[in-house]
């Protein structure tokens, strides 16, 4: 019985994550800020009774991840942008790059609510002039993390959710990032299992009934390899090429695997950008 109430818990704590994201994918268009993401992030958390999980955590001084185009994961809404990013000027002062048409971008979301985490994240669309390639990269991104989710079962081994994503985009032209990994969430925010996206790797485990986790691979146009910014949280491709991001928090059930962050019809903002904006 205790176990059935907190699975119910975690589902109905997760939802409002899900919800603020969505209010992000409506704000993410050509000369938007990331900066302005984050407010949309906050505010949306704030009005429904959530704290925003990042803000704070280990010193991350925003409410949101916003990740674009070459950065993997972890950009700071704007901070590391203005500073490191194209820089302009105007009238002697730094202005925060606006998001262009034909950029990619990421926003990560982690609310708290009720005891529990939710995290998840989407890559957009930018507009309507995103190159053939890149969009390539973020419906395959998006085909790795559906086929790794099909697996979630009691007794499949956590190690095996890599071998699912490397196989597919290798066969698509494209690379996985190593150094980032989804991980077991609850009333932590990061916590064990690490679940490496990557095929062939030695994490230990075997997933059971109850055990609530994200699966949240980085997809790369070019090199897998990665460098850190000197503001020590984002992470860039190394040769510079494009990187997408999917990721869904996950409750392994007797039979399965429930997507506790999943949108209505389990349906990516994405593929309403195209049908919108490409056809």
Same mark, same amino acid.
């Given at each position: 019985?205790?176990?059935?109430?907190?699975?119910?818990?975690?589902?109905?704590?997760?939802?409002?994550?899900?919800?603020?994201?969505?209010?992000?994918?409506?704000?993410?268009?050509?000369?938007?800020?990331?900066?302005?993401?984050?407010?949309?992030?906050?505010?949306?958390?704030?009005? @429904?009774?959530?704290?925003?999980?990042?803000?704070?955590?280990?010193?991350?001084?925003?409410?949101?991840?916003?990740?674009? *185009?070459?950065v993997?994961?972890?950009?700071?809404?704007?901070?590391?942008?203005?500073?490191?990013?194209?820089?302009?000027?105007?009238?002697?002062?730094? @202005?925060?790059?606006? %998001?262009? *048409?034909?950029?990619?971008? *990421?926003?990560?979301?982690?609310?708290? =609510?009720?005891?529990?985490?939710?995290?998840? *994240?989407?890559?957009?669309?930018?507009?309507?002039?995103?190159?053939?390639?890149?969009?390539?990269?973020? #419906?395959?991104?998006?085909?790795?993390? =559906?086929?790794?989710?099909?697996?979630?079962?009691?007794?499949?081994?956590?190690?095996?959710?890599?071998?699912?994503i490397?196989?597919?985009?290798?066969?698509?032209?494209?690379?996985?990032?190593?150094?980032?990994?989804?991980?077991?969430?609850?009333c %932590?925010?990061?916590?064990?299992?690490?679940?490496?996206?990557?095929a062939k790797?030695?994490?230990?485990?075997v997933?059971?009934?109850?055990?609530?986790?994200?699966?949240?691979?980085?997809?790369?146009?070019?090199?897998?390899?990665?460098?850190?910014?000197p503001?020590?949280?984002?992470?860039?491709?190394?040769?510079?090429? @494009?990187?997408? =991001?999917?990721? #869904?928090? %996950?409750?392994?059930?007797?039979?399965?695997?429930?997507?506790?962050?999943?949108?209505?019809?389990?349906?990516?903002?994405?593929?309403?950008?195209?049908?919108?904006?490409?056809?």
């Amino acid at each position: 019985m205790g176990s059935k109430l907190t699975a119910r818990c975690k589902s109905k704590s997760t939802k409002p994550s899900r919800t603020c994201l969505n209010e992000a994918a409506r704000a993410c268009e050509p000369g938007v800020t990331t900066d302005e993401l984050d407010r949309v992030v906050h505010e949306a958390a704030i009005e @429904r009774d959530c704290y925003p999980s990042p803000l704070g955590y280990y010193k991350f001084p925003k409410s949101c991840c916003t990740s674009v *185009n070459e950065v993997i994961c972890h950009g700071i809404p704007d901070v590391g942008e203005c500073r490191l990013r194209r820089m302009e000027r105007d009238v002697g002062e730094w @202005r925060l790059r606006k %998001l262009e *048409n034909g950029d990619l971008c *990421n926003v990560d979301v982690t609310v708290y =609510q009720r005891g529990f985490h939710g995290d998840l *994240n989407e890559t957009f669309l930018v507009g309507d002039k995103v190159d053939e390639e890149s969009r390539k990269l973020v #419906q395959t991104t998006f085909e790795c993390l =559906q086929q790794a989710i099909a697996i979630v079962k009691p007794g499949v081994k956590f190690r095996e959710i890599g071998n699912v994503i490397q196989k597919h985009a290798n066969a698509n032209g494209f690379t996985v990032v190593k150094g980032y990994c989804g991980h077991g969430i609850h009333c %932590l925010f990061h916590t064990a299992p690490n679940v490496p996206h990557y095929a062939k790797n030695n994490t230990t485990g075997v997933m059971k009934a109850g055990n609530s986790f994200t699966i949240e691979p980085m997809i790369n146009a070019g090199t897998f390899h990665d460098d850190k910014w000197p503001d020590d949280w984002t992470a860039v491709t190394r040769d510079g090429k @494009r990187s997408a =991001q999917f990721e #869904q928090t %996950l409750l392994v059930t007797d039979t399965g695997c429930e997507i506790l962050t999943q949108r209505t019809g389990n349906r990516p903002w994405f593929m309403d950008q195209i049908e919108e904006k490409y056809r």
